[in-house]
């Protein structure tokens, strides 16, 4: 009987759920992300792609797409990890920690925010072009202190949408799925798979241009009512900056998003910078851009507050038990 199988029977899901979240984050720190040609979230957008055009009815077909899909992809990954489990615990493990993988991302985010800082202070039209991979935006006509502000402004907007938000949907439903008698990994699996999917939708389609994108918006607001929050709180901690939300709270009103507000805020406040979206809103308005060492320590701050994220996620898991 090997040590993990033995940790399994004392203690339940919470051990084999635990080395699923080890195994992610070991991933994470050796690979970061598999190239476009084969990641699934990458495969997903090919999926999504063809909803981007003109519909007659294209709430109907925005709301048919935003309940079906995810909750395919979610169902596809929690029967697989069930099958993979059902012939072995550790492959199972195995195959619930890729699954939680390939729905996160905080190293890839890291360097290339890191990437596009350093750019500012060497190359700016490099920099403006490197923005592009991060930050939906025009970055032709900003200065360095704005194409380093839309760096750490997605880099903490990031850690709830990439990194978070699937660690919570996978600890979360565990947790449900236990108490309701069902099987705590598969299930918890699918709903990391079911949370990436539904923000992949609106990063695609979730524009005021795009009709057909409004549910799944609709639908990605409340997913990540949470995680904007708790990543907010955990930036508060990564930066020891408890003051820094309460700050974040007093500009929330200037960010059309009800939720990318708060990691950006606390974000804002913790550094002592503004960040600002030029026509669309300003975090800290009193404050200077950042420099290119506040902008470094910013993206090594949301890189802590995601390794905490990992920590609390493996205690979160033990609770299945």
């Known amino acids: 009987m090997t040590a993990l199988r033995a940790l399994e029977i004392l203690t339940g899901e919470g051990a084999a759920a635990l080395a699923a979240v080890a195994v992610a984050a070991a991933l994470e720190l050796t690979i970061g992300e598999p190239t476009n040609r084969f990641h699934p979230i990458a ?6 792609a063809p909803l981007d055009r003109e519909w007659d009815r294209p709430l109907l ?7 079906a899909l995810p909750l395919a992809v979610g169902s596809f ?27 996160t991302s ?14 500012t202070e060497n190359d700016l039209p490099a920099a403006r072009e490197g923005l592009l991979a991060l930050a939906g ?12 502000s839309a760096a750490v402004e997605s880099a903490a907007e990031n850690l709830a949408d990439g ?22 990994l598969p299930v918890a699996a699918g709903a990391a798979a079911w949370v990436k999917t539904v923000n992949t939708m609106d990063s695609m389609l979730g524009y005021r241009s795009k009709r057909v994108g409004t549910p799944a918006a609709r639908l990605d607001d409340a997913a990540m009512w949470l995680p904007a929050r708790a990543s907010a709180v955990l930036l508060a901690v990564a930066f020891a900056s408890p003051r820094s939300l309460a700050l974040a709270r007093e500009w929330l009103d200037a960010v059309p ?14 550094l002592g910078v503004r960040l600002e979206k030029p026509g669309a809103y300003v975090l ?17 701050r949301v890189g802590v507050a995601g390794l905490l994220a990992y920590l609390l996620a493996g205690a979160g898991v033990l609770a299945w038990s």
């Open 137 to 148: 935006r025009d970055a032709s006509a900003l200065s360095a202190g704005q194409v380093r």
């Open 43 to 48: 495969w997903l957008g090919r999926v999504v």
């Open 106 to 119: 905080l190293r890839e985010l890291l360097a290339a925010a890191n990437g596009v800082v350093d750019d």
């Open 257 to 270: 998003s009800p939720n990318s507000g708060w990691p950006m805020g606390t974000t804002a406040a913790a």
């Open 163 to 184: 990194l978070v938000a699937s660690l919570g949907a996978f600890v979360l439903a565990g947790l449900l799925a236990g108490g309701l008698g069902l099987p705590a």
């Open 61 to 67: 077909v925005g709301t048919v797409s935003a309940v």
């Open 77 to 103: 990954v929690g029967i697989s990890v069930a099958v993979v489990a059902s012939v072995s615990i550790i492959a199972g493990v195995a195959a619930a920690g890729l699954a939680l993988f390939l729905t």
């Open 284 to 300: 800290n308005p009193a404050a200077d851009l950042p420099s290119g060492a506040a902008a470094r320590r910013g993206v090594a």
